[in-house]
């Protein structure tokens, strides 16, 4: 089983940006979402994120502590009766600094690293096409710098690039 994850955090330029919001989409469309409440973050967020990720969250039954995020990640994942692995478009921020340090005990069905999946993955003959299809997932109302929503539109470009042919090396 693959699952698309994205996250939303503080900024690119922090040492060790704080997580906002995170997203997982198995193959098959069904995910998980969550958000931590802005005490967590707000105090950290750029002028940037609150301007362009902020707007678009969603709160309410989404917002969880940081505790009850990570043992629902967790759980999430572990009742994947499949072997797990993360895809990701950024694995250094979304898998290393976001979704990794949350998995502790580690899910004994998940690949311990990640796959990347980019614009770049079909390589350059393909790389605007794919990145107009990931692009074009977006709306007005499936906003860009959503993690929901950029994790389903990572998605919607996989398998695309599978309807072309595309095999992938994972």
Do not use: C
């Not at 994120?49 to 039954?61: A, D, M, R, T």
């Amino acid at each position: 089983m693959i699952l698309f994850l994205d996250t939303e955090f503080t900024s690119l330029e922090q040492r060790y940006p704080s997580l906002i919001s995170l997203a997982l989409v198995k193959e098959d469309g069904d995910f998980f979402y969550t958000e931590l409440p802005p005490s967590s973050y707000m105090h950290r967020a750029s002028p940037w994120v609150q301007e362009n990720v902020l707007p678009h969250l969603w709160g309410g039954s989404y917002r969880m502590l940081m505790p009850d995020l990570a043992a629902n990640v967790t759980a999430w994942i572990e009742a994947i009766q499949d072997e797990v692995k993360i895809v990701t478009d950024s694995p250094d921020y979304d898998f290393d600094l976001m979704l990794k340090p949350l998995l502790d005990p580690w899910p004994s069905n998940l690949a311990r690293s990640p796959a990347i999946f980019d614009s770049y993955a079909m390589g350059t003959d393909h790389q605007p096409w794919l990145s107009n299809v990931i692009d074009g997932y977006h709306t007005e109302e499936l906003p860009v710098h959503h993690a929901l929503h950029d994790a389903q539109a990572l998605r919607a470009g996989y398998i695309a690039a599978l309807d072309r042919g595309w095999k992938p090396r994972f």
